[in-house]
C-alpha cells in the first residue's frame, strides 16, 4: 500500500526555521496537505495544495515540494507551533493517505 | 461559522456496531465531499472513508471495507458511519472533515471497542 514517510520527531529553536519533509511516489502527481495538532485538539489544515495557505494561518506557515518530497516550512518558530503535524496526500487511485505525523519540538 | 458535530460513540463489546453522526453547519452541505478520519490513542491520523456531494462516489480505506458504510443525508446536512463487526483495533477517535482539503473538522467523537 502506497505511504507517506515523514520524520518522527524535529527540533528547534525559537526563531529558527523548522522544516518538515514528506516522502511519497505519488507526490509529483498528486496535491499535498499539511495538518497541525496540538495535544486533545482536532487537525487544524495550515497548507493546501502544496503551497496555499489557509486564511487566518500565520505567513510564517510555507509549503514547497520538489519531486517526491515536499516540505512544510515555519519561519521564526515560535512556542505556540510546538505539535505535531501531518501531511495528507493521495495515491494514483485516489485513496487518501496520511504521514505518519512529525512532533515539532521548540526547544 | 462552519460547525462540524460528531457523535454516536461510545463503549461498545468486538463484533458489536455503532452508528455514528456528524451534523453540519455553516455552510453549504450539498457543495462538498465529506470524509470519516480516525486516531487511535496516542497515534496518528488514519484515513477512513469518504463520499461525494451526491454519495455518487464512495471510498473505503481498506482496513474497514465490508465493515463500514457511509452515507449522508443532505436535507438534514448530516454525514454518517454505520460500524459494523468492531474489533478492538477500531478503538479511536473518528472526525468528520469537509470536503478535499479537509479543511475545517469536528471534535471527534471516541469509539472504545473492549469486552
Known amino acids: 500500500s502506497y505511504e507517506l514517510t515523514q520524520p518522527p520527531s524535529v527540533s528547534v529553536s525559537p526563531g529558527q526555521t523548522a522544516r518538515i519533509t514528506c516522502s511519497g511516489d505519488?507526490?509529483?502527481?498528486?496535491?499535498t496537505y499539511w495538518y497541525q495538532q496540538k495535544p486533545g485538539q482536532a487537525p487544524v489544515l495550515v497548507i493546501y495544495k502544496n503551497t496555499e495557505r489557509p486564511s487566518g494561518i500565520p505567513q510564517r506557515f510555507s509549503g514547497s515540494n520538489s519531486g517526491t518530497t515536499v516540505t512544510l516550512t515555519i519561519s521564526g518558530v515560535q512556542a505556540e507551533d510546538e505539535a505535531d503535524y501531518y501531511c495528507q496526500s493521495t495515491d494514483n487511485s485516489g485513496t487518501v493517505v496520511f504521514g505518519g505525523g512529525t512532533k515539532l519540538t521548540v526547544l | 461559522e462552519v460547525q462540524l458535530v460528531e457523535s454516536g460513540g461510545g463503549l461498545v463489546q468486538p463484533g458489536r456496531s455503532l452508528r455514528l453522526s456528524c451534523a453540519a453547519s455553516g455552510f453549504t452541505f450539498h457543495d462538498y465531499a465529506m470524509h470519516w478520519v480516525r486516531q487511535a490513542p496516542g497515534k496518528g491520523l488514519e484515513w477512513v472513508s469518504g463520499?461525494?456531494?451526491?454519495?455518487?462516489?464512495?471510498v473505503y480505506a481498506d482496513s474497514v471495507k465490508g465493515r463500514f458504510t457511509i452515507s449522508r443525508d443532505n436535507a438534514k446536512t448530516s454525514l454518517y458511519l454505520q460500524v459494523n463487526s468492531l474489533r478492538p483495533e477500531d478503538t479511536a477517535f473518528y472526525y468528520c472533515?469537509?470536503?478535499?482539503?479537509?479543511?475545517?473538522w469536528g471534535q471527534g467523537t471516541l469509539v472504545t471497542v473492549s469486552s
Open positions: 463520499i461525494s456531494w451526491n454519495s455518487g462516489t464512495i
Open positions: 505519488a507526490l509529483p502527481k498528486q496535491y
Open positions: 472533515t469537509r470536503g478535499g482539503s479537509f479543511d475545517y
